[in-house]
């Protein structure tokens, strides 16, 4: 790796206004070789050098350091990857007992477990609030496929891992972590509590106005979520905890975690159905092992999380074979420009040149009669739950199409099961089919999402009856007010709209069942008879509050 130009190419960046601050960490054959910082930790008058000791939120690269956590005390034989997790959580109900009591931590930590997606970025604060809303909200989850067949990315499900860590050791999460991750590999920086604003220790995260990046001050924090995310720490930090799993679980030449059970973390659990997609860097997370993506850049194998929460953009990045991976900790940049830089240190790491991301060439089409026949199964409806998002999939002559969202796109066999489709941007949506070969698919992936197939049905309440629902709701577990939601009847038609936005018209799916521009919902009256419920995402619980 040339450091000079690694520099150069940093300082520009910055300076070119494409990221604000970052720190970089680079770690090649056992050491730390490079870490510095660029930029500045705020846009206005607040904001100072990023160094590196600045802080930065590591989003979700906390589940890495969770999965961490949770194969350490499997060495120790507090746990087991393959045992049922109701076997440590008794007290845990599923909404499906069949379903629940085949769930393991190898689901959880690579995000099988088939429960919805949900999450939270400003949550309560205090003791105990890991197993409160674990054991609050996880027995209202449905099922959305079986465990271990659908990759589908949760953060609240993932946080079923620190729950089970916190009642086997008999500790809580925070001091778990701590005794077995961070003070090991002396990772001194990091902390669950949001350091002050105006600390100077603190890259803040930023908000675009039309003048300028405007700083946020309040800070992403939630207790319940720390097994998924919500830590802060420098770049050094993390690149202690690289060394690990580029070393064969070995830190400063101290074993840390047994090669066996890296190599399990390491190993594609799931995947993510991604075969065929034309950019290159989409090949980084092919794939998901035990708390890291898995994947490939110019056919060296990755390993990698990311973390995203408001505007910090963080990379954890190795190259296994290599010996050799970086940590970038951004706090606010263009999407485009940053992901250009992240390839460019890993030409870099690769000693290749870097040309820019040159498109994957097209797999050749795969040409099946027995493939043409399945095609009826594969047409229907499927919706993405969490998004709101619907496709359609459909025969036209001897063309196998996808609508989305109007936009017709004719899909290309590749494999048994899957497809890509050609977009006018020359860019190419991978489409996967999960069926059996019998029965219609229940699950497609597009893009690497998950999609349920969803028929509509005939609507439960007439407009004028959905006065009944009209109200504001709120997450009890969201300490956001500005997430609150308020749902309308406008010109008999039901709007919904988020803090003080605009109200969007939903569109009615059948039931109580409706999606907007900002998700899929349904409503519901509580079994309590507490009032009406808004449930989003087929996960988190709204209630009315007036």
């Known amino acids: 790796m040339n450091m000079t130009e690694v520099a150069d190419r940093l300082q520009a960046a910055v300076e070119a206004g494409h990221v604000l601050g970052l720190s970089l960490a680079v770690v090649q054959n056992g050491a730390i070789v490079f870490n510095h910082g660029y930029g500045r930790t705020a846009a206005d008058e607040t904001g100072s050098p990023v160094t590196p000791d600045t ?110 860590a916190e009642v086997v050791a008999g500790a809580p999460y925070d001091q778990l972590v701590r005794e077995w991750v961070f003070e090991p590999l002396d ?126 953009n963080c990379f954890f990045e190795l190259l296994p074979d290599e010996r050799a991976g970086f940590v970038l900790l951004t706090n606010a940049s263009e999407e485009d420009p940053l992901m250009e830089l992240v390839a460019f240190l890993y030409d870099q790491l690769l000693g290749r040149p870097h040309r820019g991301p040159v498109p994957v060439p097209a797999l050749e089409p795969y040409t099946d009669g027995e493939e043409t026949a399945r095609w009826p199964l594969y047409e229907g409806a499927y919706l993405n739950v969490e998004w709101g998002a619907m496709v359609e999939v459909r025969r036209s002559g001897a063309e196998l199409l996808l609508d989305r969202e109007g936009e017709e796109l004719a899909l290309t066999a590749i494999a048994p099961g899957r497809y890509v489709a050609a977009l006018p941007s020359g860019s190419r949506l991978p489409v996967a089919f999960l069926d059996n070969g019998v029965t219609p698919a229940g699950h497609m992936v597009l893009a690497g999402e998950p999609y349920q197939r969803f028929e509509k049905a005939a609507l ?87």
Not at 55 to 65: E, Q, R, W
Not at 97 to 117: F, I
Not at 257 to 274: D, G, Y
């Open 55 to 164: 802080l930065f939120a590591y989003g979700s690269i906390g589940k890495t350091i969770c999965a961490t956590l949770v194969l350490r005390l499997v060495e120790h034989g507090l746990l087991d990857l393959d045992r049922p997790l109701a076997s440590y959580l008794p007290r845990l109900a599923f909404s499906d007992e069949t379903a629940g009591k085949r769930l393991t931590l190898r689901h959880v930590l690579s995000h099988t477990t088939g429960l919805p997606a949900a999450g939270r970025e400003y949550g309560p604060q205090g003791p105990g609030l890991l197993q409160q809303v674990i054991e609050d909200e996880i027995p209202h989850y449905p099922f959305l496929a079986e465990p271990g067949v659908l990759h589908f990315y949760s953060n609240t499900a993932f946080c079923l891992a620190g729950y089970a």
């Open 187 to 312: 990772m001194a920086g990091v902390t669950f509590a949001p350091p002050g604003a105006n600390t100077g220790r603190l890259a803040l995260p930023h908000e675009a106005t039309n003048e300028a990046l405007r700083p946020i001050t309040r800070l992403p924090a939630n207790d319940a979520g720390h097994p998924s995310s919500f830590a802060y720490g420098t770049a050094r930090d993390l690149a202690h905890l690289a060394l690990v799993h580029l070393e064969q679980g070995h830190f400063q030449g101290r074993p840390f975690l047994a090669p066996r059970l890296l190599a399990e973390m390491h190993r594609q659990q799931a995947s993510r159905h991604i075969a065929g997609v034309a950019h290159p860097l989409a090949y980084l997370s092919s794939g998901y092992g035990l708390g890291l993506m898995t994947g490939y850049y110019h056919g060296q194998r990755v390993l990698r999380h990311g973390g995203m929460t408001l505007s910090y």
């Open 460 to 546: 439960s309440v007439e407009p004028a009856g959905l006065a009944a629902f009209a109200g504001s709701y709120r997450d009890p577990y969201n300490t956001n007010a500005a997430e609150m939601l308020h749902l309308e009847i406008v010109d008999g038609r039901l709007c919904l709209r988020e803090g003080d936005g605009e109200a969007l018209a939903c569109e009615p799916l059948g039931g109580l069942a409706y999606r907007c521009e900002l998700g899929f919902f349904e409503l519901r009256n509580a079994a309590d008879d507490t009032g009406p419920l808004l449930v989003w995402g087929r996960a988190t619980r709204y209630r009315r509050v007036s």
